[in-house]
């Protein structure tokens, strides 16, 4: 709230945001910190200029901040180029906090589907115009914002860490003694829980039923005759099946639950589709059962406390995740590690995506039906790098190993040569027979080519992120593309596959293993001695106030995390891009027309881990 | 020929699956394979074949830098904990469930540097060892014991100070490097602790000399008393 007050403009904006006050001088106006706020009622406008005009063509991030002190909501954008590199373009649109609305910009980009529901579930903020703005974390018939700040959770201690119960005077007591469950549990009158039900899965099921081709959902019989699966004859109404004339038989759609158990899923997920016969018309992601308010946790927090949380985040790959909250926050501080901590940040964040890359391919196995033959050979590598990864930081999967401005502990003694070992032995002779074992496999390919099929465009046009966008022929990898840390020093190539199936992108993790096996053989052979912390390492960090953006190439995608400091010991805002669950918006679209089997490799090929998705 | 793919991978499995014996053949005339003296070369990058590990029979040695749930360490020279309670595990430690109460001197209300109670309630805390890192006197250190189920959820997870304080030798033996270096700084400051009040024992032995010279040189000045 300090920050509202202390926080002055962007004295002048420059670069393409000048071209676009030029273009609306009286719309767009400077922002605090960074970017220009442009007026809602030509933000529709200056956002097609922004993607036809400037060329910014990717949504990377939508969110808002809570500034209750000047009683506005802030709808934060950052949106990136995929034919030129660099920084991203920020811009912001401001509401009042009473009564949030802002125009959608899901026409111009689809990729704001999730992320406006994701802004209006926690933050509460309108989209309007949006197609179905309706909570997608929380459970529908939940009261209030929570990411709001005026907002209490159900075990409410104080705003901000530490607790000043814990020390001097520090008698232990359970939260649920000293909340007892339901003393800040509000109800409305007459609310009865035992009885009561949100309709929301009625309200799905009825939506997705009704879906007609203008909703995007169920093709008309002409379109569904360029369905690819060319394996049937085509009836009079343009109905694909097999080679019997069906105009006679009367059928339904029927809409069936892919979870939330079940174990395709890989978690707590659930797919709504809607089916005609075997063939998906419709699918609807439905998640949030994982849903634990990270950034609430997040803005609670010291910064230092939200290292271990971003562990929890894609707990498959937590080196990557601190390396995006590290590389946040160091960009608000002004502080850069020493060259050896960047090459070990480096080594551990490719042994990671190494790590991540094999287990997605197991699992893809595993929802093919090979089952947990080809998930275990992938995970016998993982543990080799995980047994590295504890003798490193301590622990296997929950590193918490990056610091602001260095690493936690330097390598211990004997790591430079099992990775050493692994890097130019073991790891590209087991890649290699991977690719022996299953690339070629008759059964594999039939199942995986052409199933799940993301054109370039679409690709671009939803956001996806990673493995999902790069296996569509788009070369972006932000190593590349936004260069951080020390990655322009590595040769080493930008995967890419240019059919967009499930093959592709099965092929393609192959391709990133290697790749960053080439990237860890360069950075241990260069990996140089001296300090690993820039500073003394203190546990309370100062930070500026400030906002910044800070994104890697996690193995998943694009992970941005972008901090708003007010200059106290806790970040205003914590706000994650998770490509697992921004990766999620092209599900839909991939599995219309797809056999139901296939949605499970599909989702299956988009490698997402719940813990990221749900947050 | 459709199929020399799936045999081709079929090829891969049958040797994944022989590797393994042809490993234990290596070791047959040395005890073999599963046992413990070849544990770390069965784990390490070098093997072939399944490592797998029968646990709980058989369990993996962990790294020194290990870390689950935090201990407290008692000085067993000085016969006294080392933490000081000045409260910044409490201060840093995520999930808050670091709880302490610092000791007053009951007469002058002053704090004393002795914890009077410390908690940790182990069914929060992430393991981050945050505490251990932060901490400025080494009192607070992560354990390496993972076997903590009970059958119980609410008395036996909630570790007070009794149940947290380990001795100092039970540190040196699971942290050994981290030991060495604490005997390290430890002489470290000795060395200057010493060079110091040798310093000042040498200013003071040569004021004592120039005083006395000053006395010799003036021995007609009148008497102080």
């Known amino acids: ?615 | 020929m459709y199929g020399s793919g799936i045999i081709k991978g079929m090829g891969v499995t049958i040797k994944h699956f022989f590797e393994s014996f042809i490993e234990d053949f290596r070791y047959l005339g040395r005890g073999g394979r599963y046992s413990d003296q070849y544990m770390a070369a069965r784990q390490g990058p070098k093997t072939t074949g399944i490592f797998t590990v029968q646990y709980p029979e058989e369990k993996l040695p962990v790294p020194e830098n290990f870390r689950y749930i935090p201990f407290l360490v008692f000085d067993t020279q000085k016969n006294e904990d080392r933490c000081t309670s000045c409260g910044i595990c409490a201060k840093v430690c995520p999930p808050q469930c670091i709880w302490i109460v610092r000791t007053n001197d009951p007469k002058t209300n002053r704090p004393v540097p002795q914890p009077a109670d410390f908690h940790i309630d182990a069914t929060i805390c992430m393991s981050c060892g945050l505490c251990a890192e932060f901490c400025p006197f080494d009192a607070i250190k992560m354990d390496q014991d993972y076997e903590l189920s009970s059958f119980e959820r609410f008395n036996t997870l909630v570790y007070g100070k009794e149940k947290l304080t380990r001795p100092d030798t039970y540190h040196a033996s699971i942290h050994p490097g981290d030991w060495a270096r604490e005997l390290q700084e430890k002489e470290e400051a000795a060395r200057k602790e010493a060079e110091k009040a040798k310093a000042a024992e040498a200013k003071k032995a040569a004021a004592a000399a120039a005083a006395a010279a000053k006395a010799a040189e003036a021995p007609k000045a009148p008497p102080a008393a």
């Open chain 1, 1 to 615: 709230m300090a920050a509202k007050a202390a926080a002055a403009p962007v004295a002048e904006l420059t670069g393409p945001l000048a071209v676009l006050k030029e273009k609306f001088p009286e719309a767009v106006k400077p922002g605090d910190f960074e970017g220009a706020v442009i007026a809602n009622e030509s933000l529709v406008e200056a956002a097609t200029f922004i993607r036809d005009e400037l060329g910014y063509d990717y949504l990377s991030s939508v969110t808002g901040v809570d500034y209750p002190a000047a009683n506005e909501c802030e709808v934060v954008y950052h949106v990136f180029s995929t034919k030129h590199n660099g920084a991203p373009l920020v811009f912001k649109a401001r509401t009042p906090r009473d009564n949030a609305v802002v125009p959608t910009l899901e026409g111009v980009w689809p990729g704001a589907d999730f992320q406006e529901r994701e802004a209006w579930d926690l933050m509460g903020i309108k989209f309007e115009g949006h197609h179905n703005l309706k909570r997608i974390l929380m459970w529908e018939g939940f009261q209030g914002h929570p990411l709001r700040k005026d907002w209490k959770e159900a075990y409410y201690e104080q705003d901000n860490k530490p607790f000043d119960s814990r020390w001097p005077g520090g008698h232990f007591q359970r939260g649920e003694e000293r909340t007892p469950f339901g003393d800040n549990v509000n109800f409305p009158a007459n609310f009865d829980p035992a009885v009561y039900t949100s309709g929301a899965d009625a309200a799905i099921y009825d939506r997705v039923k009704s879906m007609d081709a203008a909703a995007g959902g169920i093709l008309t019989p002409a379109e569904r005759n360029g369905n690819g699966n060319g394996n049937g004859h085509v009836a009079a109404d343009g109905y694909v099946g097999p080679d019997q004339p069906e105009e006679n038989i009367e059928t339904d759609h029927l809409v069936v639950n892919l979870g939330p158990q079940h174990p395709s899923t890989h978690g707590v997920f659930r797919m709504v589709v809607t089916l005609e016969g075997e063939t998906i018309r419709h699918l609807e992601p439905v998640m949030g059962y994982l849903h634990r308010n990270h950034e609430k946790i997040g803005e609670r927090n010291t910064y230092i406390q939200n290292m271990p949380f971003t562990d929890r985040l894609d707990y498959l790959s937590s080196m990557s995740n601190n390396f995006g909250y590290a590389l946040a926050v160091e960009k608000l501080m002004g502080v850069k590690p020493p060259e050896r901590a960047e090459y070990i940040r480096v080594i551990m964040a490719e042994l990671t995506r190494v790590c991540n890359h094999v287990w997605a391919i197991g699992f893809l196995l595993n929802d093919l039906g090979a089952f947990f033959t080809p998930a275990l050979y992938g995970m016998q590598e993982r543990e080799l790098i995980l047994d590295l990864f504890e003798a490193a930081s301590g622990s296997r999967m929950m590193c918490n190993y990056f610091r602001f401005g260095g690493v936690a502990r330097d390598l211990p003694a004997g790591f430079v040569e099992t990775a050493r070992e692994l890097v130019f032995e073991r790891l590209p002779r087991k890649i290699d027979d991977f690719e022996r074992y299953l690339s070629d496999n008759e059964i594999i390919r039939a199942r995986c080519e052409g199933a799940g099929v993301l054109t370039a465009e679409d690709a671009i046009k939803y956001s996806a992120a990673g493995p999902v966008l790069r296996a569509s022929g788009v070369a972006y990898d932000v190593r590349r593309a936004d260069n951080y840390s020390i990655y322009d020093r590595f040769d080493f190539d930008v995967a890419v596959r240019h059919h967009g199936d499930v093959y592709d992108r099965y092929l393609l993790r192959l391709d990133e293993i290697r790749q960053s096996i080439r990237i860890l053989q360069q950075a241990l052979t260069q990996l140089p001695g001296g300090e690993i912390q820039t500073g003394k390492k203190q546990y309370s960090a100062r930070v500026p106030a400030g906002q910044a953006y800070g994104r890697v190439e996690g193995p998943k995608g694009e992970l941005g995390f972008y901090v708003v400091s007010d200059g106290t010991a806790n970040p205003y805002r914590y706000h994650i891009r998770a490509p697992s669950f921004i990766n999620l918006t092209a599900l839909g679209p991939m599995c219309i027309n797809q056999k139901v089997a296939d949605a499970v490799i599909i989702l299956g090929s988009i490698d997402i881990v719940l813990g990221e998705t749900d947050r």
